[in-house]
T-cell receptor, first 111, second 112 residues
């Protein structure tokens, strides 16, 4: 199973772009990279996912390196409401389609 | 459209008592999951189901049982609660492979 490594914490100034890195050097060719966030003690919220191409939606952009060993989640204009724990997850293959969470990155957006 | 609903939201149990947590979804999703989250940690998968009538073990299944008798419901049972099972429990559902999962708002369980 591919594991992920994320920095435990990061700060970002309000209005600036937040760039959250993730290493997944053992990722397999058919495994997707997913990003979720958890605000306070709420249920995790889906942000974005991708396989090899860069992806963008209304919340964020996902940049995956060509060798797929790392990725970066970009929140283009961080707001105070983006303060949360961000989880980078590589989807386990097989029939269960399980998500395995690590400890994530605690992002604090500073006014 | 309620999405994923967990019942109850809070519960205090005495050691040795039993209880069942209910996860109900109205999205017609095949996959359902139960996670637990302890302070300062990420979510850990307890059990999951890939369809009605199926269940499988996750990372931390010991002390828990599950059932998926109906597609829309996934039950998590604690037969004899222990203080180590004090945690926040999250249920999630998913449409299928390579799609996102949707989480409920959690059940905070304390075992004294």
């Amino acid at each position: 199973d591919a594991k992920t490594t994320q920095p435990p914490s990061m700060d970002c100034a309000e209005g600036r772009a937040a760039n959250l890195p993730c290493n997944h050097s053992t990722i397999s060719g058919n495994e997707y990279v997913y990003w979720y966030r958890q605000i306070h003690s709420q249920g995790p919220q889906y942000i974005i996912h991708g396989l090899k191409n860069n992806e963008t939606n209304e919340m964020a952009s996902l940049i995956i390196t060509e060798d797929r060993k790392s990725s970066t989640l970009i929140l283009p204009h961080a707001t105070l409401r983006d303060t949360a724990v961000y989880y980078c997850i590589v989807r386990v293959g097989g029939t269960g389609n399980q998500f395995y969470f690590g400890t994530g990155t605690s992002l604090t957006v500073i006014p | 459209n309620a999405g994923v609903t967990q019942t109850p939201k809070f519960r205090v149990l005495k050691t040795g008592q039993s209880m069942t947590l209910l996860c109900a979804q109205d999205m017609n999703h095949e996959y359902m999951y139960w996670y637990r989250q302890d302070p300062g940690m990420g979510l850990r998968l307890i059990h999951y189901s890939v369809g009605e009538g199926t269940t499988a073990k996750g990372e931390v299944p010991d002390g828990y049982n599950v059932s998926r008798l109906k597609k829309q419901n996934f039950l998590l049972g604690l037969e004899s609660a222990a203080p180590s099972q004090t945690s926040v429990y999250f249920c999630a559902t998913g449409k299928g492979l390579n799609t996102e999962a949707f989480f409920g708002q959690g059940t905070r369980l304390t075992v004294v």
